[in-house]
């Protein structure tokens, strides 16, 4: 038994959407703290180049919102590995004309959407879930929320750009968050945490007059690195959170607190 509290080693964990901005450094880190990793991704391309750098990683193609795809990644860990330890969900589904400006959303899209994202993290985080306590394994799982799932947007910050956030987020992330908690009150007596993580805003490229909106609401002055996220999801799958389930850890250089 190591010291290390953060230590991972031998723990098989899956993460959705791992080829993703956020999901490729969550990978390297967890694997950097020992953990077997599955980097599971609809983007095969995407997720294999992660998986190919990683000491212990494999690349599963996975499809968050097709219970098949669901069934068949989780059997095919369980025959490799026999355990599945932790799920960290951060794929990011949506609809090819997802992003449109309030006045657009017709309440279909809202509904597809809802489907594709919310839908696809309950029926991840409930195929792993059953399997972990039909197998008494005492495994950790991590949402992606948001800041977003928590506030409401500040319009103003897309101002003269193409920008907006669409309103299926906020509903999307705000149910990820209730139904985290939801879980982590059933599942409690069998052992099983589960937690969300709540990143602010993170540098992509962004139109240059967000970045610079959006950094003057931030007490830390900047958006977030793409590395800047991983700890918080090393420390929740690991012993270091051994007490901790149902919480939302937000990660956003102060941005809520405002
Ligand atoms: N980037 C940000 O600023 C930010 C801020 C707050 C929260 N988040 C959340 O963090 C998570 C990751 O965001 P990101 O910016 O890394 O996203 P991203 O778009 O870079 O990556 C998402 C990954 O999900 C994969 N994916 C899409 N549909 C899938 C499906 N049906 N099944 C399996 N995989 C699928 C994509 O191929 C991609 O690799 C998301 O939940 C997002 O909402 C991101």
Avoid at 33 to 58: M, Y
Avoid at 64 to 82: L, P, Q, Y
Avoid at 105 to 126: F, P, R
Wanted: include cysteine.
């Amino acid at each position: 038994m190591t010291n290390d509290l953060f230590d991972l080693t031998g723990e098989v964990i899956i993460v959705t959407g791992g080829g993703g901005l956020i999901g490729a450094n969550v990978c390297r880190i967890l694997d950097r703290h020992g953990a077997d990793i599955v980097v599971a991704d609809l983007d095969e391309s995407r997720g294999s180049k992660v998986a190919d750098q990683l000491d212990r990683g494999i690349f599963h193609h996975l499809d968050i919102t097709d219970v098949d795809s669901i069934d068949r990644i989780c059997n095919k860990i369980f025959d490799n590995h026999g355990q599945i330890d932790g799920l960290v969900n951060m794929a990011y589904p949506r609809t090819n004309d997802y992003g449109k400006r309030f006045e657009y959303v017709e309440k279909d899209d809202l509904m597809a959407n809802i489907s594709l994202h919310l839908g696809g993290y309950y029926a991840m985080t409930k195929a792993v879930a059953l399997r972990m306590v039909e197998q008494n394994l005492e495994g950790s799982i991590v949402n992606f929320s948001s800041i977003y799932g928590i506030q409401a947007p500040d319009f103003s910050m897309y101002d003269q750009t193409e920008m907006t956030s669409p309103i299926e987020y906020s509903i999307i992330k705000a149910g990820i968050l209730n139904f985290t908690r939801y879980l982590a009150s059933y599942l409690g007596q069998d052992g099983i945490r589960i937690n969300s993580v709540s990143p602010g805003g993170v540098f992509n490229d962004q139109d240059q007059r967000f970045v610079e909106n959006y950094e003057r609401e931030v007490p830390l002055g900047r958006m977030a690195k793409p590395t800047e996220i991983s700890g918080a999801v090393v420390y929740l799958l690991s012993n270091a959170a051994s007490y901790v389930t149902g919480h939302n850890l937000v990660v956003d250089g102060g941005w809520t607190i405002k």
